[in-house]
């Protein structure tokens, strides 16, 4: 049985076009139609500031260069200096990067900037950690679509920061056939054959199910994979045998930092884990300034 015991990634960088207009919103959310207020009560046009963001915690980073973004949409000549990269883990007191120009925009950004870095980077973490805990089996841990409406790009990325893979995008990058579209089509076999006759010879297609019954039927036709879904460890177990690696297995269904290594000892391929970006806790980070005035 492998033992994956380097857990590192190689991490491709995010487009910054995937990530600039969810930004510059978030910025508008929080400016209003009046501005920073307190800041710009308090804080002269002429005042410095140099800041440090901080890990409160031990964790995965991921979002380092969104939040460099954040900063620098209210004024692009503040210096920002990363001192760690996304896919890097930290411990708790680590200065992640240093931001440095008038003190005004920095103020102002600071909640746009560390409410992104921190909520992507415990979703990395939280993948990470669940990663780590299958390491001995071959299984990988997936993401689903349960992601925060207009955040999937960047939740998606999060969990690849944490060693994980992504499952499809949106509706449009595969099949998967669910138990409602089957109970439309009146069965499991025909909704497979009239998906088959829809689409591409690229477009892949996934039938979910959640009995042993059904599994033998949808075997039975032309399929990808097949999503094991609510199965008790036993039966999933028995599923994986019978499939045989015919075709990919994923296993689906409230699967938690508590189940995961039980649910991947199966012998599944895939663990689908909507938990990692609806529930995973944000990192906790801090921006601490030093005024030059």
Partial sequence: ????????IELAPLFSSLYE???RRALLEDLGARGDV????????????????IARTRGRIAGIHIAGFAFHSLDPKLKYEMHHRDGDDV??????????G???????????????????????TATRDIVASIAAYPAHVVCT?????????????AVRAGGGWNHRFGLDDAVLIKDNHIVVAGGAAEAIRRARRHIGHLVKIEVEVDTLDQLDIVLKEKIDAVLLDNMPVEMLAEAVRITNKRVITEASGGITPKTAEAIASTGVDLLSIGWITHSAAALDLSLDFAFNL
């Fill in 91 to 100: 411990e708790a007191g680590d200065v992640l990067a240093v931001i440095q």
């Fill in 145 to 157: 679509r349960k992601t925060t409406p207009g955040l999937r790009v960047l939740e998606k990325y």
């Fill in 1 to 8: 049985m492998p033992n994956r015991t380097d857990l590192s």
């Fill in 21 to 23: 207009e969810i930004v």
């Fill in 102 to 124: 008038a003190a005004r925009p920095v103020l102002t950004a600071e909640r746009t900037a560390l409410n992104f870095l921190a909520r992507l980077s415990g979703i990395a």
């Fill in 38 to 53: 307190t800041t710009d009560a308090i804080v002269s046009l002429d005042d410095t500031a140099t800041g440090q963001i």
